[in-house]
Nanobody, 127 residues
Framework: QVQLVESGGGLVQPGGSLRLSCAVS????????IVWFRQAPGKEREGVSC????????DYADSVKGRFTISRDNGKNTVYLQMNSLKTEDPAVYYC????????????????????WGQGTQVTVSS
């Protein structure tokens, strides 16, 4: 059974940092590219970042490029999202999800066809 569990969210001030983790079980992590996406109340799902199955390639939404870094540790079956310089437009529930590919396309198109995802972790940015 595929299971993804996100953690690491919380409340941070503007300009602060958080590291989200996505613990995966039920399948070898190196089978799929993994996506982080977010959804804020009243807004559509937004793809944030993608990492290929090998970790060799990544893609980021323009809104987070230069601030967020995605990485994976296949040995630990975990994917990370390091979020720096958080802004007041970043708050949302953040989810990690499997894809149906080993490679990343443009993140904006990948969220239309995802496999499984977890319960999400809340990120709040407020002073």
């Amino acid at each position: 059974q595929v299971q993804l569990v996100e953690s690491g969210g919380g409340l941070v001030q503007p300009g602060g940092s958080l590291r989200l983790s996505c613990a995966v079980s039920g399948f070898p992590l190196d089978y799929y590219a993994i996506v982080w996406f977010r959804q804020a109340p009243g807004k559509e799902r937004e793809g944030v970042s993608c990492i290929s199955s090998s970790g060799a390639s990544t893609d980021y939404a323009d809104s987070v490029k230069g601030r967020f870094t995605i990485s994976r540790d296949n040995g630990k079956n975990t994917v990370y999202l390091q979020m720096n310089s958080l802004k007041t437009e970043d708050p949302a529930v953040y989810y990690c999800a499997t894809t149906w590919s080993r490679v990343c396309g443009h993140i904006a198109t990948m969220t239309a066809d995802l496999g499984s995802w977890g319960q999400g972790t809340q990120v709040t940015v407020s002073s």
